[in-house]
């Protein structure tokens, strides 16, 4: 692997505290790096020493060898990226590092920040002279999720990246893109013979794509409540498992084949009307929440891939913050079975297919058999549990996706295309203007039940 210097902007927020510095600290102890440089830099004027310790907290079973070389390593620079005569300062304090640390120049922007000001740091960054590469060197820029605020705001940042960075540096990150379930989804699809032919209108009676998390808004008041739970998570966690899980085979297994997959999806997604909205109790209680916001916590939505492999398919999808339990799945349920002609024997279960990507990350099929000494049909389930096979320690999001940044893997990270087409559907979504529903925490809003019930089904809000 080449040697690199990471240079976070944002480097005093909550990212870089919980995932980008344990993200590192995993790849130094995996032996991903070896020669490498951090450079952090934000408006606050700290310690290097008050930004690892509180990164500190979120890395188990720390070895000190491995953190004394991140910390080693670690240098921060209090700037402000719309100072721009300040600013410049970076790309000396960063030649100085490379040159003292024998690195070849191979620069990874990652920008924790906010997305609004994207434009103005890649700008700055130009104008810097810090995103220059040689023949002999690499310049990557990674792009934190939210990208955008809307289809408009995202097609602007577009327009102004792409002046300074080629698509081939530029990684938009959606951290699902690297958990180890969402990556399985097509692998599992296109290597089972036995699951891609059912997969679709004529075996599949309905999907779910449910987000459901047990926690609030964390430290993150002023930020959520300019997004909601649509633009949060349903844009882009929600609209991969989504296009992931019903994408036709890409002609290669990489990078762009996949995404064009995924993209030809989106453009065939139809949202409807039906959409429920709610915010739970106490959210506006929030620090950083306004008295009066009317920003959703919990959305549960009906919409159609209206392709010939799912024409007519319902596709339900749930999310929402501080409800009972964190599960975060696709699921598929099957048309059930016809009646078994002896005594018209009915009374059995549709079966139905779970991919499990968190908690107990697995996969999950429903069947039915016959029970001993009866007459009778009862459900079973064929249990694929990952971490029984492959061990509990699969990495984290953030390091899978540090190490393709470096490696230059474009296939798990979002092209423009892709971004903008997410935005469009989501766009649909928010435009709607509907009564937002208070909820009790540990639960939803029951009106999202009508909306499922009166189809005839039932969320599947529950693991496996
Ligand atoms: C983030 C959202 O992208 O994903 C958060 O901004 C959400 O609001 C988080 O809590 C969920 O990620 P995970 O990995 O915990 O499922």
């Not at 792009?143 to 327009?159: C, R, T, V």
Request: net charge positive; aromatic share 10%.
């Amino acid at each position: 692997m080449d040697d690199v210097t990471f240079i976070i902007l944002g480097a005093t927020g909550n990212l870089t505290k919980k995932k980008l510095i344990p993200a590192i600290y995993h790849l130094i102890e995996n032996k991903k790096i070896k020669k490498f440089a951090i450079i952090g830099v934000a408006r606050n004027k700290t310690q290097t020493k008050t930004i690892l310790n509180k990164s500190k907290k979120h890395i188990k079973n720390i070895k000190q060898k491995v953190w004394k070389e991140l910390e080693n390593n670690f240098h921060y620079l209090p700037l402000d990226f719309y100072q721009q005569e300040k600013f410049c300062s970076l790309d000396p304090f960063v030649k100085n590092i490379e040159k003292k640390n024998k690195l070849s120049g191979n620069r990874l922007f990652y920008l924790a920040t906010l997305p609004q000001h994207f434009p103005v740091i890649a700008k700055t960054l130009k104008k810097c002279a810090l995103t220059k590469k040689t023949k002999n060197n690499w310049v990557r820029a990674v792009f934190e999720k939210p990208f955008g605020h809307d289809l408009k705001s995202a097609k602007k940042i577009n327009k102004t990246i792409k002046k300074i960075f080629k698509e081939k540096q530029i990684y938009r990150i959606d951290h699902y893109l690297g958990k180890e379930l969402i990556q399985n989804i097509a692998i599992t699809k296109f290597t089972n013979t036995f699951l891609e032919p059912l997969l679709n209108n004529r075996y599949v009676d309905h999907v779910q794509v449910i987000l459901s998390e047990n926690v609030g808004i964390e430290e993150r008041g002023p930020f959520y409540d300019k997004y909601g739970v649509i633009r949060d998570v349903l844009q882009n966690h929600m609209m991969q498992m989504l296009s992931l899980s019903t994408m036709e085979k890409p002609k290669k297994f990489s990078g762009n084949y996949i995404r064009d997959e995924k993209v030809k999806i989106l453009k065939t997604v139809k949202t409807t009307k039906e959409l429920v909205v709610g915010q739970y109790i106490g959210y506006k209680k929030e620090k950083g929440i306004p008295k009066n916001s009317k920003t959703e916590t919990f959305a549960a939505t009906k919409l159609f891939v209206n392709n010939k492999r799912w024409k007519k398919v319902p596709f339900y999808l749930i999310a929402g913050k501080k409800m009972k339990n964190k599960i975060t799945s696709v699921y598929f349920q099957f048309k059930k079975a016809q009646c078994l002609n002896i005594n018209n024997h009915c009374d059995f279960k549709a079966n139905y297919l779970t991919i499990q990507i968190q908690p107990e990350e697995g996969y999950y099929l429903q069947m039915n058999a016959k029970v001993p000494g009866e007459e009778k049909v009862t459900a079973v389930k064929m249990d694929f549990c990952h971490a029984c096979t492959f061990g509990p320690n699969t990495p984290a999001a953030y390091e899978t996706l540090l190490e393709d940044v470096i490696e230059g893997d474009q296939s798990s990270f979002v092209r423009t295309d892709e971004i903008e087409q997410q935005w469009k559907i989501t766009d649909k979504i928010t435009e709607q203007k509907k009564k937002l529903y208070k909820y009790k925490i540990k639960t939803y809003p029951k009106q999202a039940n009508k909306l499922i019930e009166k189809d005839n089904r039932k969320w599947h809000l529950v693991v496996k």
